[in-house]
């Protein structure tokens, strides 16, 4: 064995080889894929993937290098990162630094060189798997589940705010929950006119009462949303008085809260082209997607809520709104990054939304 090869060991007792782009041989994680063909740097990004190694279906990653625009966070959570080939030499006329780089600066444990295609596999024969990156093969993951407090690991401690591009009375104020957010959900309301202000996840009513935003937003985040029940005495009130929308963790909280379940899916939806079609227009969206959990259609209170979105492949969840108060959610990303910005109509519905305090919404 040579100082360059490092091993993944996974809780089914497979053993994979590659050699180490970044090397910490001790991170452990929930393995899981993404198929998008471009957006690892949002990917590497995404605070949703803290706690879990992020393998990539796509056999060629950093040929287009990394920039200083597409990061979704300040920091990468992500517990580590695995693809087939890295690309040394990339060329784009945003490219700032290549993916080596990138992994460096950022410390992100990296393996190369892997059979993406085969441990793809056993990650979808098994659903649940965890691995560890290690230099012994013989070494394998101890760990059970994702860290239950995970979302306390990347959600803003401090409030701050973020003042809106236009000078127009138009402009919303908007509270954006922080779970872990995307920062390409708060550049869209930036772009749409909005003064953002970014609160903790587990904001009181009181807190947000003084805040008093038009309209709120629950963010995407990482973890099971189970493990977020503690809040939702604090959310119910938010979600029940301002208009709302949830996306991704954010629905997923809203209709825990609202009494309904969610469950796991066998393998979870991550990459940048799940169709998804809008039941009130029957049109099919191509959808960029982060998840392993998902609402529990049947536990939903269909008196209450009316499903908008179902996706296409497996007929889960995507989407809803509230038959009578101004919320709605959704499972996947309509800001996009990485993935196609198909679904932007979802932040112009909300925008129409937020006009609709004390008004009964017609479903
Ligand atoms: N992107 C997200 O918000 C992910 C939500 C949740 N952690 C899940 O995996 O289902």
């Known amino acids: 064995m040579d100082e360059l090869t490092g091993y993944l060991t996974l809780s089914t007792g497979d053993v994979f ?10 991170i452990e994680g929930e393995m899981v894929f993404n198929t998008a063909m471009t957006g690892y740097q949002e990917v590497m990004t995404d605070p949703s993937y803290a706690g879990q190694i992020v393998t990539m279906t796509y056999p060629l990653i950093g040929n287009y290098g990394c920039n200083n625009q597409d990061n979704e966070s300040w920091n990468p959570s992500l517990s580590g990162f695995v693809i087939a080939s890295p690309f040394s030499n990339p060329s784009h006329e945003k490219d700032r630094h290549s993916l080596w780089e990138m992994v460096q600066k950022h410390h992100i444990p990296t393996l190369y060189d892997m059979d993406t295609r085969a441990l793809t596999r056993v990650i979808r024969k098994h659903g649940e798997v ?6 012994n093969p013989d070494d394998f993951p101890v760990l059970k589940k994702v860290d239950s407090d995970i979302v306390r690991k990347v959600a803003v401690q401090k409030p701050f705010t973020i003042k809106s591009k236009s000078n127009t009375s138009t402009s919303k104020r908007i509270a954006v929950i922080d779970f872990g957010y995307k920062h390409s959900i708060v550049d869209t309301l930036q772009d749409l006119g909005c003064e953002i202000h970014i609160v903790r996840f587990d904001i009181t009513w009181e807190q947000m009462k003084k805040i008093n935003p038009e309209a709120v937003v629950l963010s995407n985040g990482p973890g099971n949303p189970k493990d977020l029940a503690y809040l939702f005495d604090n959310l119910k009130p938010i979600i029940d008085y301002y ?4 996306i991704c963790l954010g629905q997923q909280l809203i209709a825990l809260a609202s009494g309904a379940q969610t469950k796991r899916l066998p393998f979870g939806h991550r990459g940048s082209n799940h169709p998804v079609k809008d039941l009130t ?11 392993g959990y998902v609402v529990d259609e049947e536990s939903l209170n269909q008196k209450e ?3 908008t979105h179902q996706n296409v492949n497996d007929h889960s969840l995507e989407g809803m709104v509230h038959r009578y108060k101004p919320i709605m959610a959704v ?7 990485p993935g196609p910005s198909d679904s932007f109509y979802i932040f112009e519905q909300f925008m129409a939304l937020t006009q609709t305090k004390g008004e009964k919404q017609h479903a």
């Open 331 to 337: 499972q996947f990303h309509p800001e996009a990054h």
């Open 243 to 246: 208009p709302t929308l949830g």
């Open 130 to 135: 965890y691995g560890k990156f290690t230099t």
């Open 17 to 26: 080889e590659g050699k180490w782009l970044y090397k910490n041989e001790y």
């Open 305 to 307: 809520w009316r499903v």
């Open 281 to 291: 227009t029957n049109k099919v969206h191509i959808t960029s997607q982060n998840h």
